[in-house]
């Protein structure tokens, strides 16, 4: 069934000289769980991620590499962005390069655009910039040095010197927008979520809001600015408009009134971007603001966000290399409130892992199919009259499909998955109470043998179909054990928790362990 809404979500697009860590994992996963439980769901869903492959950073990587800028991004994407999307088993409908040329022309498009409208206009720029950030940086983000930077002014986020600039540049009138903004705020209160995001935008709009410099003249890696060639466009306007470039806009206009406006997802680090500038330069445009802006907490570890200076920085790979993807992306998606902070460790994972994953999950599969093997000789048999146990277990899956949809609805999977588990412990309660393993043994028990059993097997069929975008692997190793027809990503997800659509009569097939021990945590 069809919703015929459209949900257009995105990943922040990812700044490639910066290795994949699992932050950038984090957030890919979550994005992905979203997207697909939207596109199983009916709805018709697009989702976006991609590089930010511009700026003066880059710039300098490359002069140090002794490569082009080109050559650069284009080894850093090969080689470490598009394998991160196959390590986490990112079903990403589209990967953008700010380098395409699909991009670069649309942008100047929506440049001229606010060019000819009148929000842009020539001025002078003095100001403390941070390369790291690529972002002339506000009072509140400058701190004095200490240690080997002592007597200097530093990032507050990448604790290095800023560079003071000062420089002829295009400014975009983002001030005249403070207004307009604050009443997006007040009758969209979900546009930025979760509150103390929005808050935070909020109090920063109030305080006032100067002009933004759009353009660079000291060095030429960007687009150019289409009405003066001796500039190019700022990397952060450049990146913004990925989300609009992508999906047609300035050359496409049916795609683009199809999918846009798009949901945007990032860290709580580049919210100011994307809930301050770029509406405002929508609004600006004469378009519409996205639906809404959620930012996601920081990943920690050892109580500090991870950082590649300080070594703190963990490849995804280390995790999926001893765990799998799936054990990857339920861990970070239910582990952690998403929109806060959140601390990774070993510990935790390997604690979760076997507790949750293969003792839960895993292991209730694993027996509910190995006992209709041997009582059943492999086939789903039919279920008699249900007692209020039975009935319970039904209302159980219901009741955690609705509210599994809710959650994932208000960019809540963590929620969502929490609403799932509970069918995993119902299953594994319901399996010890009645005991199928002792109602075997007596000939008179075979209805409730049969029921019991049924039961169980018509719990994980609901269970594949719920926790699909979260664990694409298992679940799909789960579906083709108990032999239910169709694809499993083919199954409506809102109609998951009705009763009965596995057919009595199926004969499943064997199951190797969904979740193997490991026995030594990395």
Known sequence: MTS??????????????????????????AVDTLARWHRQAGDDTWMLTGTDEHGQKMLRAAAANGVTPQE????????????????LDVANDDFIRTTQPRHEERVQQFVQALYDRGYIYAGEYEALY??????????????????????????????????????????????????????????????????????????????GL??????????????????????????????????????????????????????????????????????????????????????????????EKMSKSKLTG????????VFGSDAYRFYFLSAIAFGQDGSFSWEDLSARYQAELANGFGNLASRTIAMIGRYFDGVVPTPGEPTELDLRVQRTVADAATAADAAMTAFR?????????????????????????????????????????????????????????VMPQSTATLWGALGAPGELTAQP????????????????????????RVEQSA
């Open 493 to 516: 997800l809102r109609e998951a928790g009705t009763w009965g659509q596995l057919p009595a009569g199926t004969r499943v097939g064997t199951l190797a362990p969904l979740f193997p």
């Open 314 to 321: 963990i490849a995804p790979t280390e995790i999926t290399d």
């Open 130 to 207: 941070c390369v790291g950030c690529e972002e002339f940086k506000p009072e509140a983000e400058i701190v004095d040095g200490t240690g080997p930077f002592e007597g200097l002014k530093v990032c507050a986020i990448h604790s290095k010197p800023l560079e003071l600039l000062q420089e002829k540049n295009y400014f975009f009138k983002l001030s005249e927008f403070q207004d307009r903004l604050l009443e997006l705020y007040r009758s969209q209160p979900d546009f930025v979520r979760p509150d103390s995001a929005r808050n935070e935008v909020v109090s920063f709009v109030r305080s």
């Open 4 to 29: 015929g809404g459209s949900f257009y979500i995105t990943t922040p697009i990812y700044y490639p000289s910066d290795l994949p860590h699992i932050g950038h994992g984090y957030t890919s996963v």
């Open 210 to 303: 100067k002009d933004l410099s759009i353009s660079r003249s000291a060095f030429d890696w960007g687009i150019r600015v289409p009405w003066d060639e001796s500039h190019v466009i700022y990397v952060w306007v450049d990146a913004l408009l990925n989300y609009a470039t992508a999906v047609g806009y300035g050359d496409d206009p049916a795609e683009f009134e199809r999918r846009w406006p798009a949901y945007h997802v990032v860290g709580k680090d580049i919210l100011r971007f994307h809930a301050v500038i770029w509406p405002a330069m929508l609004m600006a445009a004469g378009l519409e603001v996205p639906k809404g802006i959620f930012a996601h907490g920081w990943l920690l570890v050892g109580g």
């Open 413 to 469: 999977p963590d929620e969502a998955i929490s609403a799932i588990w509970t069918i995993v412990d119902e299953l594994n309660g319901y399996i010890t109470e009645n005991e199928p393993w002792a109602l075997a043994k007596d000939d008179a028990n075979r209805e409730r043998l049969s029921t019991v059993l049924y039961t169980a097997a018509e719990g994980l069929r609901a269970l594949a179909v719920l926790l699909s975008p």
């Open 72 to 87: 650069w991004v284009d080894k850093l994407v090969t080689e470490s962005w598009f394998p991160l999307l196959r390590t």
